[in-house]
């Protein structure tokens, strides 16, 4: 079945350094959605890629879709303690039956 | 304000016991999905539901079961036979034709 790789799984900075997660694919997506999950809460969803080569971005995130659609990737600029959370990126399967496939998410720690 | 309340925040039964979790959504969406969320790690499907009174196996089914007697809800039931039942459960919802999904605020299950 379809599954997406994300790296790194942690990933620990200093307050005020950028950050970057990566989904990536074996096959051609239709698009891809990104969530994130505060410590103890629910997942919220971020925002969905569909185009090749779209770059959407949200004050200091940054969403970008390969050329190809098979990766994605989720930019923090200058990282704040409120960004403290696990990034899930997801996907739907090709069979497209509606349930969306998540990466195994990057656990974001930034030290003040 | 329209959303989804899983009920309750936490959870505590003993070993053996079957145990059910409410899931209700005032969104009007079609679908319905239950995850699990173990320490660490992303998220994985349990139960899924596109309609009413139909619903299709997850990844991890073994042990759990579900209904979708009415739109607004969709419950799921932990039975003894779940191994391993200690665990963040998620409930979902998405309106057809919306890929993205809105999640409950979870229950924490601890079976002791």
């Known amino acids: 079945g379809q599954q997406v790789m994300q790296i790194p799984q942690y990933q620990h900075v200093q307050e005020g350094e950028d950050f970057t997660t990566y989904c990536n694919s074996s096959t051609t997506l239709s698009n891809i959605q990104w969530y994130k999950q505060r410590p103890g809460g629910h997942p919220v969803f971020l925002i969905q890629l569909v185009k090749s080569g779209e770059v959407k971005k949200q004050k200091r995130l940054t969403f970008q879709f390969g050329e190809a659609k098979k990766n994605s990737s989720l930019h923090i600029t200058a990282t704040q303690t409120t960004d403290v959370g696990t990034y899930f990126c997801a996907v739907l399967p090709s069979s497209n039956t509606g349930k969306l496939i998540f990466g195994q998410g990057t656990t974001l720690q930034v030290k003040p | 304000d329209g959303g989804i309340t899983q009920s309750p925040k936490y959870l505590f039964r003993k070993e053996g016991q079957n145990v059910t979790l409410s899931c209700e959504q005032n969104l009007n969406h079609d679908a319905m999905y239950w995850y699990r969320q173990d320490p660490g790690q992303g998220l994985r499907l349990i139960y899924y539901s596109q309609i009413v009174n139909d619903f299709q196996k997850g990844d991890i089914a073994e042990g759990y079961s579900v209904s979708r007697e009415k739109k607004e809800s969709f419950p799921l039931t932990v039975t003894s036979a779940q191994k391993n039942p200690t665990a963040f459960y998620l409930c979902?919802?998405?309106?057809?034709?919306?890929?993205?999904?809105?999640f409950g605020s979870g229950t924490r299950l601890t079976v002791v």
């Open positions: 979902a919802s998405s309106m057809a034709g919306q890929t993205s999904y809105t």
